[in-house]
């Protein structure tokens, strides 16, 4: 599975993006699918995942403010983020595991997955 980002860039603070993640083949049914950030100094975090079912999950950080969503129909994962801060600088990779949804949650907290695949990245910079 090929992942590309895109939609990343540089907004003021309360501003909003939508950053999109195109899959190279058909992923819903099988994978995990989720936005992880890495700022720079800091360890890589999660950030929320869709998983097969659709279920959701987000990280503390950005509740209530990001939804991921996807377009089956279209190998697309979405990540709209809102009342952007400051502290959600950071490069911002998309990821697909095949994982059920206790796994995919325990990826989501940092706990490594097999055969995951990622993205290049796309900065976000918030000012």
Same mark, same amino acid.
């Given at each position: 599975?090929?992942?590309?980002?895109?939609?990343?860039?540089?907004?003021?603070?309360?501003? #909003?993006? $939508?950053? $999109?993640?195109?899959?190279?083949?058909?992923?819903?049914?099988?994978?995990?699918?989720?936005?992880?950030?890495?700022?720079? =100094?800091?360890?890589?975090?999660?950030?929320?995942?869709?998983?097969? #079912?659709?279920?959701?999950?987000?990280?503390?950080?950005? *509740? =209530?403010?990001?939804?991921?969503?996807?377009?089956?129909? *279209?190998?697309?994962?979405?990540?709209?983020?809102?009342?952007?801060?400051?502290?959600?600088?950071? *490069?911002?990779?998309?990821?697909?595991?095949?994982?059920?949804?206790?796994?995919?949650?325990?990826?989501?907290?940092?706990?490594?997955?097999?055969?995951?695949?990622?993205?290049?990245?796309?900065?976000? $910079?918030?000012?």
């Amino acid at each position: 599975v090929q992942l590309v980002e895109s939609g990343g860039g540089s907004v003021q603070a309360g501003e #909003s993006l $939508t950053l $999109t993640c195109a899959a190279s083949e058909h992923t819903y049914s099988i994978y995990c699918m989720a936005w992880f950030r890495q700022s720079a =100094g800091n360890e890589r975090e999660g950030v929320a995942f869709i998983d097969r #079912s659709g279920a959701t999950e987000y990280a503390e950080s950005v *509740k =209530g403010r990001f939804t991921i969503s996807q377009d089956n129909a *279209k190998n697309t994962v979405f990540l709209q983020m809102n009342s952007l801060k400051p502290e959600d600088t950071a *490069k911002y990779y998309c990821a697909a595991a095949p994982l059920g949804r206790p796994a995919c949650a325990l990826w989501l907290r940092g706990i490594p997955a097999d055969n995951d695949h990622w993205g290049q990245g796309t900065q976000v $910079t918030v000012s």
